[in-house]
């Protein structure tokens, strides 16, 4: 991966391979990020005291 840190913290950039994770979907089904390999994988973070999140979730 070809992450550097400078005074803007982490850097990303083309082609970079994002390590493996998992997560727990509100289903109770444990997801892997290796489950889509090769595939768009789109990630959206919110927030509770964010007020378009909130929007946006509901």
């Not at 082609?15 to 789109?42: P, Q």
Request: hydrophobic fraction near 45%; proline fraction near 2%.
């Amino acid at each position: 991966m070809s992450a550097q840190n400078d005074d803007r913290g982490l850097k990303l950039f083309v082609d970079d391979v994002a390590k493996d994770f998992s997560v727990k979907m509100t289903n109770g089904k444990m997801v892997n990020l290796s489950d889509y390999k090769g595939k768009v994988v789109l990630l959206n973070f919110w927030a509770t005291w964010c007020s378009p999140c909130l929007m946006e979730f509901n």
